[in-house]
């Protein structure tokens, strides 16, 4: 009932206003988040040396920065897009025009000030939940099919499968 009521009196392309914004903000977001988390991983673990093999800390370390890094790229997207869903006087029809409108009437410093504590806190959260929990759970199914005897690792041929072969299929399981 909503979009068609949004549709008689703005018009369908007030239904696309913001997607812009944010297709490339969360686009860009999601790249960085998983880029940087896995970049940081080995230099975190080997920074902070994993007592006991467990490398839930160094994890947790290289979430948290690549959440961050991620929410304050896209700070900037998602308040060019609330502008232009909200704001019927902005003047600008995406995000192309938006965000330097955006800027220049507000200051670039702008999207930070409202945004960024809101941003953090959905975010970062989100980001360690999902990338730690992973690692962890693909860590414990990869040690679980090794004490089954079905992984074969590079000096041991008495595994049924090799490991780099089922890598796949642990991570794609661990995803779901």
Do not use: H
């Amino acid at each position: 009932n909503a979009a068609l009521q949004i549709c008689r009196l703005d018009g369908p392309s007030a239904l696309a206003a913001g997607l812009g914004p944010t297709v490339l903000g969360y686009g860009v977001e999601g790249a960085l988040k998983f880029g940087v988390y896995e970049t940081l991983k080995p230099v975190l673990l080997a920074l902070l040396a994993p007592t006991a093999g467990d490398p839930t800390q160094p994890y947790l370390v290289a979430a948290v920065c690549a959440g961050a890094l991620a929410s304050i790229v896209l700070c900037p997207m998602e308040e060019t897009r609330i502008r232009l869903v909200t704001d019927p006087d902005f003047g600008a029809e995406g995000l192309l025009d938006g965000l330097p409108a955006l800027l220049e009437e507000e200051g670039p410093l702008t999207p930070f000030r409202r945004g960024i504590l809101p941003m953090l806190a959905k975010q970062v959260p989100y980001t360690v939940g999902k990338q730690v929990s992973f690692d962890v759970f693909a860590g414990m199914l990869y040690g679980w099919l090794a004490a089954l005897g079905v992984l074969a690792t590079e000096g041991d041929r008495m595994g049924m499968i090799p490991e780099k072969e089922v890598a796949l299929a642990v991570e794609i399981g661990a995803a779901f």
